[in-house]
Each structure stands twice: as structure tokens, then as C-alpha cells.
């Protein structure tokens, strides 16, 4: 069964603005993780936060963890036309299995 | 980074006939492959875990009998639909561990669509 509930389910933003997407998710997990995906494509992952690390950044993307609520958010900032796409977020926990959260997309117009 | 090769990217099958996709991790061994299924607009759906020389773990839900995983070797799953039916049309994906490292990230295929007719 599916882990993780994102927020929003879609979005739509003006180029250079910025895209906040939250997750949250049910049980204790080892990591974290967020993923894109283009229409009909396959999964590109884009940054993985572990339990005990609180704030991640990797170029525009900044990725933060709240594990007493059990929630994470992902910041876009300055999103580009080349940033549409459907975000995931993912959970690590027991077992190594991987459980995605229901998406969400977003759409910039350029 | 890793890479993760499914084929075929594309399949058209009848119904009632059995399709493989093949899961290649390409540069690197692992030892857990996943096997995921995901319907138009919808997130992707674990259907099983497969480990290397040992039996698939499938999800709650998921037949084992329909959805047959092998997992021959460090680089190598595959997943055969048997008897596929329409419902069964969605877009496939595995994800393969690297044995390497603190092993918490999965690398992705690029996804085989089938679509039974």
C-alpha cells in the first residue's frame, strides 16, 4: 500500500517562481527520497534525506524532514518551463522497500 | 551515475498471451531488483521484491501466479505477465539496489509500456 500523501496533487506556478510540494508518510523510515518524472517516462531521482538529517540542498532544489511529523517538503526555487513534471516522494524503511507517495504535479508556464 | 536498462520500452500483445520484460542493471550488481506497476496519472504501485537466487516477495495483492519474477542473476530480473488481459495494460518499472555502498538508493528503468489488446 502507498506510503506517502502529497500535497498538493497538482500545482501551477509562473516561471521563476518557486514550487513548494509536501509529503507526508505513516511509519518510521530509514530515508527519504524525491524523484521527477516526465509524462510517460521513467524516474529520475533528484535527492535522498535520511532520518537523522533534517535539511538537504542540491542546486535549486532544498529538501527538509520532519520526523515528529512525519512530513517533508520539497522547494523548487526559480522553477524553469523544464521543471514541468509529476514529483514524487518516496520512503525508505524496513525490508529496503521503496514506497511512493501519490505525486504530485506540477506545471510552470513559461 | 548507475543505469538501469529495461526492454522492451514498448510492448502491443494479444490477450491471453504471456510478455517478458527484462530489469539489466548495467554497471553495477544487485542484489534486490523491485517491480513496479503504474496506471495513467497514478503514482507507482510496488508489486514485488526480488532478490537475487532467491523468491520474489509480492505485495499484498499481487499474484504471484500471473506476475512470475526471476531473478537469475546480480544484474539480471525479469518479470513475465502470464495470460495478460487489458487491466493488465500500465506502465512497468524496476528499480535495482546497488550492492555497493550504504545501499539506500534504487536506480530506476526507464519503464516498459504494455498495452494488451
Redesign the interface.
Known sequence: ??QGEEDPQALSIQEGENATMNCSYKTSI??L?W?RQNS??????LI?I?SNEREKHSGRLRVTLDTSKKSSSLLITASRAADTASY?CAT?GG?????????T?LFVKA | ?AVVSQHPSRVICKSGTSVKIECRSLDFQAT?M?W?RQFP??????MA?SNEGSKATY??GVEKDKFLINHASLTLSTLTVTSAHPEDSS?Y?C?A?DRAGG?????????T?LTVT
Open positions: 500500500s502507498q530509514n530515508n527520497q524523484y510517460g517516462r521513467g524516474l529520475v531521482h535522498l535520511r514524487f525508505g525490508g529496503f522497500k521503496t514506497i511512493f507517495g501519490a505525486g504535479r | 551515475g534486490t523491485f513496479y496519472k497514478q503514482s507507482l504501485m510496488l521484491t505485495e499484498q506502465f518499472i528499480s539496489r545501499g539506500y538508493e534504487q536506480y530506476f528503468g526507464p519503464g509500456r
